[in-house]
């Protein structure tokens, strides 16, 4: 079906080789795209016979420049390529992923994307894998939340190309922005019934899990200034509930505390009946008790996080230059 794949990385090593070794023997063309690594891993790809783009030091890194420009070093080299496995380094595919995915492609027309099953490796190495676990957890069937459209993906060519790829000024969130933009051209997006990879998070310390969280708040300011507006009002409501729980409110309790002579305060009341919300929630998704604890509660400390991604999102777009939040 001339499957490509493009591996987006930087200095990944050891899973970088776990990752290409998960691929070479049944992808048609690879790439692997790399952003500045000094740990051998272009070396490295190099001695697997590996095709290797070495992005432009003087341009700002983003998974969303890596990928475009991944997808059109193969388009230029092997034109025939009908779909295209997008991959990061930290990630292994699953046995068959390649097959059952581009089946789904092209069996209808009408699909510009598949994704399928994502696993943590480590699931209990820390909470914050473990959070990642839960994540990345959703039904399958057609995606109406584009949010569960990650990097890790294969899209029909032809789409990708119409629709000018991944917007290389979205530094989080590009893939997810990209399926509203094919949702919007008349495509749909499938999530099917089959293991598509292992993911390594490596998540061990609550300072990566912070700057994550404020990435994806940075993330939900830009996707609704780009697409909110539209049919599908993408990430209307996350902006929303970022800014009342992660800014409105607290400025609001801290600012008239000395006029209420502290009674504000009470108003802390709410993070907790938010919380007892996502964990009902959770329940009722199959967690188990202490996952769903576990989840809300990491869910109410990121609004504060989300809130200071989209001021810094505001800021960036009045500057004009995103940079990549990096959390590893």
């Given at each position: 079906?001339?499957?490509?794949?493009?591996?987006?990385?930087?200095?990944?090593?050891?899973?970088?080789?776990?990752?290409?070794?998960?691929?070479?023997?049944?992808?048609?063309?690879?790439?692997?795209?790399?952003?500045?690594?000094?740990?051998?891993?272009?070396?490295?790809?190099?001695?697997?016979?590996?095709?290797?783009?070495?992005?432009?030091?003087?341009?700002?890194?983003?998974?969303?420049?890596?990928?475009?420009?991944?997808?059109?070093?193969?388009?230029?080299?092997?034109?025939?390529?009908?779909?295209?496995?997008?991959?990061?380094?930290?990630?292994?595919?699953?046995?068959?992923?390649?097959?059952?995915?581009?089946?789904?492609?092209?069996?209808?027309?009408?699909?510009?994307?598949?994704?399928?099953?994502?696993?943590?490796?480590?699931?209990?190495?820390?909470?914050?894998?473990?959070?990642?676990?839960?994540?990345?957890?959703?039904?399958?069937?057609?995606?109406?939340?584009?949010?569960?459209?990650?990097?890790?993906?294969?899209?029909?060519?032809?789409?990708?190309?119409?629709?000018?790829?991944?917007?290389?000024?979205?530094?989080?969130?590009?893939?997810?922005?990209?399926?509203?933009?094919?949702?919007?051209?008349?495509?749909?997006?499938?999530?099917?019934?089959?293991?598509?990879?292992?993911?390594?998070?490596?998540?061990?310390?609550?300072?990566?899990?912070?700057?994550?969280?404020?990435?994806?708040?940075?993330?939900?300011?830009?996707?609704?200034?780009?697409?909110?507006?539209?049919?599908?009002?993408?990430?209307?409501?996350?902006?929303?509930?970022?800014?009342?729980?992660g800014i409105v409110l607290p400025a609001l309790i801290l600012f008239a505390a000395v006029p209420t002579a502290g009674w504000s305060f009470s108003l802390l009341a709410g993070y907790p009946l938010l919380g007892y919300r996502v964990y009902r929630y959770r329940l009722g998704r199959g967690d188990s008790e202490q996952d769903a604890l576990l989840y809300s509660?990491?869910?109410?400390?990121?609004?504060?996080?989300?809130?200071?991604?989209?001021?810094?999102?505001?800021?960036?777009?009045?500057?004009?230059?995103?940079?990549?939040?990096?959390?590893?």
């Amino acid at each position: 079906m001339n499957i490509a794949v493009v591996v987006i990385g930087r200095n990944e090593g050891e899973r970088l080789r776990r990752c290409l070794e998960s691929i070479r023997a049944t992808a048609d063309a690879i790439v692997y795209v790399d952003s500045g690594s000094i740990d051998g891993s272009i070396e490295m790809a190099r001695n697997m016979d590996v095709e290797i783009v070495e992005l432009d030091l003087s341009t700002p890194f983003s998974a969303a420049r890596a990928r475009n420009e991944g997808f059109a070093y193969l388009m230029q080299r092997h034109p025939a390529i009908q779909f295209v496995q997008f991959v990061d380094g930290d990630c292994t595919l699953a046995s068959g992923w390649l097959l059952a995915a581009g089946t789904a492609l092209a069996n209808s027309k009408h699909y510009a994307a598949v994704v399928g099953h994502l696993q943590e490796l480590h699931p209990d190495a820390s909470l914050y894998n473990r959070l990642c676990a839960m994540e990345w957890c959703s039904p399958t069937g057609e995606l109406r939340n584009f949010g569960a459209l990650g990097g890790i993906a294969m899209m029909r060519a032809d789409v990708f190309q119409q629709l000018g790829g991944f917007n290389p000024e979205v530094i989080a969130g590009e893939d997810s922005e990209l399926g509203v933009r094919m949702a919007l051209a008349g495509f749909k997006v499938i999530k099917i019934d089959h293991a598509m990879a292992v993911h390594d998070a490596n998540m061990l310390r609550f300072s990566q899990w912070w700057k994550r969280a404020v990435r994806g708040g940075h993330a939900i300011g830009q996707r609704a200034f780009l697409n909110g507006q539209s049919a599908v009002m993408d990430c209307v409501r996350e902006r929303k509930s970022a800014w009342f729980w992660g800014i409105v409110l607290p400025a609001l309790i801290l600012f008239a505390a000395v006029p209420t002579a502290g009674w504000s305060f009470s108003l802390l009341a709410g993070y907790p009946l938010l919380g007892y919300r996502v964990y009902r929630y959770r329940l009722g998704r199959g967690d188990s008790e202490q996952d769903a604890l576990l989840y809300s509660f990491f869910i109410v400390l990121g609004k504060f996080a989300e809130g200071i991604g989209l001021l810094k999102f505001h800021i960036n777009r009045l500057r004009a230059r995103y940079e990549i939040i990096e959390y590893k």
